[in-house]
């Protein structure tokens, strides 16, 4: 199957088992300071598994577009991609393993059809040191569940990684892990802080037969092995634990499923291929076969970097994140000139030929990447020109550099760090002239140098976040629906959000609008939001139908999609509202409430990509 057939069955599976279909949440996460993107299909969700109700209810599906950059150096293998979508079901307080894990084995081996003999599975093998038991309840499901197959499901004890490697598969179906079973978001138990949730889960992989284990990831192979054979295609995590004070492990009072499945893996397995690429990636790489009259089985690494690297960033500038310098417009950048750069191995192709077959095969799932097509092309075509100039300004300084026949580390790192000159061009430049001196180890540690400070500078930028709802970052949450409207009323009702980051100590805002602001439009701005401060309007919460918010010209994050029914705040009374937004995070009851934190104040304003401004403002 296709994965947009393995989505479509997928949602349709669950809807049909009382879940509530909810839209993708958008890539780059709204309000929350403690990460860049959206890298899982629970990130969303992590408030409602800690206990707050969600408006849909408590039993939910979808599929959730993902986006992780650690993996970006790692794209060129047959599995891994930064771009990927996760299928997910959650119970909120509601069913748990014995409905849970019956369900994603029929869906997989009924629904898609895959052979429940190329299945094994693992669960959690326990703590005794942290009181935590053996997850032998789930094994007992899964034992069911394959003998009703027709198979005898023995269990096996591989308590680490290294054990695994050691003993092998040992004619096993069920292994026991302990580490690799565990989740929390601190990590395994002895790290979690009290008050902390948690619980075991129970993962599923898929047998690729054809491939024989390669020895270098240890003497046997096991599920959760490196080689390839075993591919990860779900996960079902069962939060039932919370730490208590004294280090022990107590019972949650609302016990959650939290389901992960990578949607394009359950397509490679329902296709018995062990390249995502051929199965995901098909039609680009169609596309880059006939437009450069070359093979991919040629130029492997090359494709894979390209058709991952073009179809995140499409996602991500439907997302409404430009090439930049900063934060999230960082990966976009890096992303395209990665792809730019492994394409002209190929060649002479433009990548941002490539939008239109990435934006025509998500046109159901994601019609807005149709709507936003040639904004989103011709951002990349606008990179692709700027980075071809760059290209051939670092190429100059290259030549100068080598032409005494050695590179130091010191000017490797300038012609990536000045020149954004890339180093595997740098290593394949000097490496056709025969030069062997160049201190790689020496380039790296200057880089890793430049890397701390830049994310420790990230840390210092995000601490103390809206996640923590303390009244200082609630006033200037409120502020910024504020500061939003006030934008709007002097640039022009065609201006939008784009991003925020709202701290204890200052909000942000990014927006879009093509030119810097003058001191009077500031000026302005920053008295309409002090004149609604002190008219001490009401902030109001009111839940109605997505279809009512819009009617009312309710604000919305720009990309994002929405249950039927939504939350929206609208400062002063919804008949004759300042502003009104879609909004789910913590604001003040009356505007007056922010003048105990000050006066509004714009400290900067400043162009951050192209067409795309930034505001950092305080209450002082």
Same mark, same amino acid.
């Given at each position: 199957?296709?994965?947009?057939?393995?989505?479509?069955?997928?949602?349709? #599976?669950?809807?049909?088992?009382?879940?509530?279909?909810?839209?993708?949440?958008?890539?780059?996460?709204?309000?929350?300071?403690?990460?860049?993107?959206?890298?899982?299909?629970?990130?969303?969700?992590?408030?409602?598994?800690?206990?707050?109700?969600?408006?849909?209810?408590?039993?939910?599906?979808?599929?959730?577009?993902?986006?992780?950059?650690?993996?970006?150096?790692?794209?060129?293998?047959?599995?891994?991609?930064?771009?990927?979508?996760?299928?997910?079901?959650?119970?909120?307080?509601?069913? #748990?393993?014995?409905?849970?894990?019956?369900?994603?084995?029929? #869906?997989?081996?009924?629904?898609?059809?895959?052979?429940?003999?190329?299945?094994?599975?693992?669960?959690?093998?326990?703590?005794?040191?942290?009181?935590?038991?053996?997850?032998?309840?789930?094994?007992?499901?899964? %034992?069911?569940?394959?003998?009703?197959?027709?198979?005898? +499901?023995?269990?096996?004890?591989?308590?680490?990684?290294?054990?695994?490697?050691?003993?092998?598969?040992?004619?096993?179906?069920?292994?026991?892990?302990?580490? %690799?079973?565990?989740?929390?978001?601190?990590?395994?138990?002895?790290?979690?802080?009290?008050?902390?949730?948690?619980?075991?889960?129970?993962?599923?992989?898929?047998?690729?037969?054809?491939?024989?284990?390669?020895?270098?990831?240890?003497?046997?192979?096991?599920?959760?092995?490196?080689?390839?054979?075993?591919?990860?295609?779900?996960?079902?995590?069962?939060?039932?634990?919370?730490?208590?004070?004294?280090?022990?492990?107590?019972?949650?009072?609302?016990?959650?499923?939290?389901?992960?499945?990578?949607?394009?893996?359950?397509? +490679?397995?329902?296709?018995? %291929?062990?390249?995502?690429?051929?199965?995901?990636?098909?039609?680009?790489?169609?596309?880059?076969?006939?437009?450069?009259?070359?093979?991919? @089985?040629?130029?492997?690494?090359?494709?894979?970097?390209?058709?991952?690297?073009?179809?995140?960033?499409?996602?991500?500038?439907?997302?409404?994140?430009?090439?930049?310098?900063?934060?999230?417009?960082?990966?976009?950048?890096?992303?395209?000139?990665?792809?730019?750069? +492994?394409?002209?191995?190929?060649?002479?192709?433009?990548? /941002?030929?490539?939008?239109?077959?990435?934006?025509?095969?998500?046109?159901?799932?994601?019609?807005?990447?149709?709507?936003?097509? @040639?904004?989103?092309?011709?951002?990349?075509?606008?990179?692709?020109?700027?980075?071809? +100039?760059?290209?051939?300004?670092?190429?100059?300084?290259?030549?100068?550099?080598?032409? %005494?026949?050695?590179?130091?580390?010191?000017?490797?790192?300038?012609?990536?760090?000045?020149?954004?000159?890339?180093?595997?061009?740098?290593?394949?430049?000097?490496?056709?002239?025969?030069?062997?001196?160049?201190?790689?180890?020496?380039?790296?540690?200057?880089?890793?140098?430049?890397?701390?400070?830049?994310?420790?500078?990230?840390?210092?930028?995000?601490?103390?976040?809206?996640?923590?709802?303390?009244?200082?970052?609630?006033?200037?949450?409120?502020?910024?629906?504020?500061?939003?409207?006030?934008?709007?009323?002097?640039?022009?009702?065609?201006?939008?959000?784009?991003?925020?980051?709202?701290?204890?100590?200052?909000?942000?805002?990014?927006?879009?609008?093509?030119?810097?602001?003058?001191?009077?439009?500031?000026?302005?701005?920053?008295?309409?939001?002090?004149?609604?401060?002190?008219?001490?309007?009401?902030?109001?919460?009111?839940?109605?139908?997505?279809?009512?918010?819009?009617?009312?010209?309710?604000?919305?994050?720009?990309?994002?999609?929405?249950?039927?029914?939504?939350?929206?705040?609208?400062?002063?009374?919804?008949?004759?509202?300042?502003?009104?937004?879609?909004?789910?995070?913590?604001?003040?009851?009356?505007?007056?409430?922010?003048?105990? /934190?000050?006066? #509004?104040?714009?400290?900067?304003?400043? /162009?951050?990509?192209?067409?795309?401004?930034?505001?950092? /403002?305080?209450?002082?």
């Amino acid at each position: 199957m296709t994965p947009n057939q393995v989505r479509e069955k997928y949602l349709k #599976f669950f809807a049909e088992r009382g879940h509530t279909v909810i839209p993708s949440a958008p890539l780059v996460p709204e309000n929350d300071p403690t990460t860049l993107f959206t890298g899982s299909g629970m990130q969303p969700l992590i408030p409602y598994l800690l206990g707050k109700n969600h408006p849909a209810g408590n039993r939910l599906t979808d599929s959730q577009k993902s986006f992780r950059a650690m993996d970006i150096e790692e794209v060129g293998d047959n599995r891994h991609t930064t771009f990927f979508e996760m299928l997910g079901n959650w119970s909120l307080g509601d069913y #748990f393993k014995q409905e849970q894990l019956p369900w994603f084995f029929e #869906f997989l081996t009924k629904e898609i059809g895959l052979d429940p003999k190329r299945l094994y599975v693992s669960v959690y093998a326990g703590d005794e040191t942290a009181g935590v038991p053996r997850d032998t309840e789930s094994a007992e499901v899964w %034992k069911k569940l394959f003998s009703d197959a027709g198979i005898d +499901a023995k269990d096996i004890e591989l308590i680490t990684e290294e054990n695994g490697a050691e003993l092998g598969m040992q004619g096993g179906r069920i292994f026991y892990y302990r580490d %690799k079973n565990w989740w929390s978001r601190a990590g395994v138990p002895e790290k979690m802080p009290a008050g902390e949730p948690g619980g075991p889960d129970s993962e599923v992989f898929y047998e690729f037969e054809h491939i024989a284990h390669d020895p270098k990831f240890g003497a046997h192979c096991h599920p959760n092995c490196d080689c390839g054979r075993y591919l990860e295609i779900g996960n079902s995590v069962f939060m039932e634990f919370i730490k208590n004070a004294d280090g022990t492990f107590g019972k949650l009072p609302k016990r959650n499923v939290d389901f992960g499945g990578g949607l394009e893996r359950i397509a +490679a397995a329902s296709q018995g %291929k062990d390249d995502v690429f051929l199965v995901n990636h098909s039609y680009l790489i169609e596309a880059l076969e006939q437009s450069t009259g070359t093979t991919y @089985a040629d130029h492997i690494r090359a494709y894979r970097v390209i058709a991952d690297h073009i179809k995140a960033a499409v996602f991500l500038i439907g997302d409404g994140v430009l090439p930049g310098n900063k934060d999230q417009g960082y990966f976009v950048r890096r992303l395209l000139r990665r792809s730019i750069l +492994a394409a002209s191995k190929l060649g002479t192709i433009s990548v /941002a030929s490539l939008v239109g077959a990435i934006v025509e095969n998500y046109k159901d799932q994601y019609p807005e990447l149709h709507t936003k097509s @040639a904004e989103i092309e011709s951002s990349i075509r606008d990179e692709e020109n700027r980075f071809t +100039a760059t290209l051939a300004r670092g190429m100059k300084e290259l030549e100068r550099y080598i032409g %005494k026949g050695s590179l130091s580390a010191q000017e490797a790192y300038e012609l990536v760090t000045t020149y954004g000159f890339p180093l595997e061009l740098i290593l394949e430049e000097i490496g056709e002239r025969g030069i062997t001196q160049i201190d790689i180890e020496g380039f790296k540690e200057l880089l890793k140098q430049h890397q701390d400070l830049s994310r420790a500078g990230s840390e210092q930028k995000f601490k103390g976040g809206l996640a923590d709802t303390s009244e200082a970052t609630t006033r200037l949450h409120t502020a910024h629906h504020l500061l939003l409207k006030a934008l709007q009323v002097v640039l022009g009702p065609e201006v939008h959000q784009r991003g925020s980051n709202i701290t204890q100590e200052r909000l942000r805002i990014d927006f879009n609008y093509g030119q810097k602001m003058t001191d009077e439009q500031k000026k302005e701005v920053e008295r309409i939001v002090n004149e609604k401060i002190q008219e001490n309007l009401p902030v109001i919460r009111t839940e109605m139908s997505k279809d009512e918010a819009e009617k009312l010209g309710a604000e919305h994050e720009f990309g994002a999609k929405y249950p039927d029914r939504v939350s929206v705040y609208s400062v002063g009374p919804l008949e004759n509202a300042f502003s009104i937004e879609f909004c789910g995070g913590p604001h003040v009851e009356q505007t007056s409430e922010l003048t105990k /934190a000050g006066t #509004f104040k714009i400290l900067k304003e400043e /162009a951050v990509a192209q067409g795309i401004r930034r505001i950092r /403002a305080v209450l002082q």
